[in-house]
């Protein structure tokens, strides 16, 4: 893959003591580690400080990576440990404090040029639901379910990415899109 | 966790998952098809499953929309010297693009006059008859049309200059020796007194000046 050699020979660079390659790597990847961040928390502002905590990371530890895993994999597994270590650390807080932010989050989402309020409403209700529904499935599952349709990543880069079997990829995905029809479904009973 | 409880009685869910997200092979995909045709489970579920997909991708694309890059490493855009003063100029206020239009006029004006100057320099009668040249037959007849002159002028002296002065310096007699010889029986000029006189004449550039050096070899020819 011609990304896994450009990434490869970043890093180098940057090993090298190149200032712009490490620059490079983040520009390459910071769009795909925020849609892993964001996935994972929900929520627009922790994503993005997740995102800028993985490449500061990823940067301070250049030198322990030892070329073994893709560029990719290493920045993706970072990510997760950044999310899962900002999850318990939000858990620190009290439960009123984060429906708080939630619901305040959820009301960033900029309404579309042309819609009804309405199908605004509608709309806003769903991605919501969604959101919740995501964030309900537990962390293995999630994490999977966010390689696959936040970053599309392929059933072997998520595999190299968390160091599991191609078939534990196959059946954490067939579970937690299981489970999610299952929360959406409730969801929409709960709206009518 | 259990999954268990998630299995359906057909246990196709790799193949169902595979042939979802475009990852079977061509014969795998055909086949899974085939199955869909004749399974209602594993049609409602590959159903249900895309509908998931469709909201979720919903939420990444709006998640994503909001997404400003924030790069560590900023990309700094060097303009060139002339797009930065076209810039500079297009913000500026019109009294300081007034300003800067007569600074260059008036630098313009200087300029043209300062090159006037040095031309004028350059055009200098001393440089010019530096930088002629002179052929042989020409700086013969100008040596001697310049002796005859100074013979000339010697003689109209003579009477006067000439007799009150007799007794002064050694330099003066030899030349008073020299302007009271007739043309026939004067003594020719030395190749010092020569090379003096076209100097001092001008016809030949000192040694002094712009290094060129006398033609010597030629005026005593």
């Not at chain 1, 962390?139 to 966010?146: A, C, D, F, G």
């Not at chain 1, 489970?179 to 009518?192: G, S």
């Not at chain 2, 007569?102 to 320099?121: D, E, H, P, R």
Request: glycine letters at 4%; one cysteine or more.
């Amino acid at each position: 893959m011609d990304t896994l050699t450009n990434d490869e020979t970043i890093v180098e660079r940057a090993l090298a003591g190149d200032p712009e390659a490490f620059g490079e790597i983040v520009r390459r990847w910071e769009r795909r580690i925020f849609a892993l961040s964001y996935g994972m928390l929900g929520r627009e502002d922790e994503a993005r400080d997740a995102t800028q905590e993985t490449f500061l990371a990823a940067f301070r530890n250049l030198r322990g990576f030892r070329g073994e895993a893709k560029v990719s994999s290493w920045l993706h597994r970072i990510a997760v440990n950044q999310c899962i270590s900002r999850q318990r650390r939000a858990r620190v807080r009290s439960e009123s404090a984060i429906e708080d932010e939630e619901e305040r989050h959820a009301a960033q989402f900029a309404a579309p040029v042309g819609y009804s309020p309405s199908h605004v409403i509608e709309s806003q209700q769903e991605t919501d639901a969604v959101r919740r529904a995501i964030q309900s499935l537990p962390v293995e599952l999630r994490q999977v379910v966010i390689m696959k349709e936040f970053e599309e990543l392929t059933f072997r880069e998520i595999a190299e990415a968390l160091d599991i079997p191609l078939s534990t990829v196959k059946s954490r995905l067939y579970t937690a899109l299981k489970q999610l029809q299952m929360r959406l479904n409730r969801f929409a009973n709960d709206a009518t | 966790m259990n999954e268990d409880f998630l299995k359906q009685d057909c246990q196709q869910q790799d193949e169902l998952i595979s042939v979802l997200y475009g990852e079977a092979s061509p014969e795998d995909t055909k086949q899974f098809q085939t199955h869909l045709r004749q399974c209602g489970s594993c049609a409602r579920e590959y159903e249900a499953f895309s509908g998931v997909r469709s909201s979720v991708h919903e939420l990444r694309d709006l998640a994503l929309a909001g997404f400003q890059p924030q790069s560590p490493v900023q990309r700094v855009e060097r303009k060139s010297a002339r797009a930065a003063l076209t810039s500079f100029f297009n913000l500026s206020p019109v009294w300081m693009k007034l300003g800067t239009a007569v600074a260059i006029a008036v630098l313009c004006v200087f300029g043209f006059i300062g090159f006037m100057k040095s031309k004028q320099v350059v055009n200098s009668p001393l440089k010019e008859a530096a930088a002629r040249m002179y052929s042989e037959a020409e700086l013969k007849d100008a040596v001697a049309r310049a002796v005859n002159e100074a013979n000339v002028a010697a003689r109209s002296d003579h009477g006067t200059v000439g007799s009150v002065q007799a007794e002064n310096s050694s330099d003066r007699i030899s030349v008073n020796r020299i302007q009271s010889q007739s043309p026939k029986n004067r003594r020719p000029l030395s190749r010092y007194e020569r090379q003096q006189l076209a100097a001092d004449l001008r016809l030949v550039a000192r040694p002094d000046e712009d290094g060129l050096e006398l033609l010597s070899d030629r005026i005593n020819q």
